[in-house]
């Protein structure tokens, strides 16, 4: 059984960092691209990053650029998520999924507030 | 970055059928765009629908089903049931960056 498990969420002030990790399991971590979404609660989802299989190839949406990291390890199958330069509009849920083949995790809180 | 379009609201009878419809601000949506659906019910975390056009999860239920028609990615429900009323999201990927639209809330009534 595929299970996608975040952790690392919870209240950080602005201007903070925090990281965010998935465990997988169930599948073979290692031949999929891996993304984090994320959804403000009551609003639409935000893809927000992804990286391929070996971690060569990265990609951001535009307001995490710079200030965000995707990283995976293999070894352990695990995804991170270190994010740093927190603000208030990054409160959300953080997902951890795995497009294809559509698994999600239930989600991480993160909230940004002094 | 490309801007996905859906409709915001979208109504269905019981035991009718709608179709959802994604659409993308740099032109047709293509299968290489990976199309993918998910479903999402207040509360929870999103569920997939359908992946890469339209292949189904294991969890699917045959009413649900996904494919292109005219320059968009659509999801149709034949035979909508009371449960079906979620929020809907489609996801489109551009090369390595991928977006979801705004995702549309269906209302079975």
């Known amino acids: 059984e595929v299970q996608l498990v975040e952790s690392g969420g919870g209240l950080v002030q602005p201007g903070g960092s925090l990281r965010l990790s998935c465990a997988a399991s169930g599948f073979t971590f290692s031949t999929y691209w891996m993304n984090w979404v994320r959804q403000v609660p009551g609003k639409g989802l935000e893809w927000v990053a992804n990286?391929?299989?070996?971690?060569?190839?990265?990609y951001y949406v535009d307001s995490v650029k710079g200030r965000f990291t995707i990283s995976r390890d293999n070894a352990k199958n695990s995804l991170y998520l270190q994010m740093n330069s927190l603000r208030a509009e990054d409160t959300a849920v953080y997902y951890c999924?795995?497009?294809?083949?559509?698994?999600w995790g239930q989600g991480t809180l993160v909230t940004v507030s002094s | 970055q490309a801007v996905v379009t859906q409709e915001p609201s979208l109504t269905v009878s019981p035991g009718g059928t709608v179709t959802l419809t994604c659409g993308s601000s740099?032109?047709?949506?293509?299968?290489?765009?990976?199309p993918s659906w998910f479903q999402q019910k207040p509360g929870r975390a999103p569920r997939t629908l359908t992946f890469?056009?339209?292949n189904p999860h294991s969890w699917t239920p045959a009413r649900f089903s996904g494919s292109l028609i005219g320059g968009r990615a659509t999801l149709t429900l034949s035979g909508a049931q009371p449960e079906d009323e979620a929020e809907y999201y489609c996801l489109l990927s551009y090369s390595g960056i991928r977006a979801f639209g705004g995702g549309t809330k269906l209302t079975v009534l």
């Open positions: 740099t032109g047709a949506v293509t299968s290489s765009h990976y």
């Open positions: 890469d056009t339209s």
């Open positions: 999924v795995r497009v294809n083949g559509g698994y």
């Open positions: 990286i391929n299989q070996d971690g060569s190839e990265k």
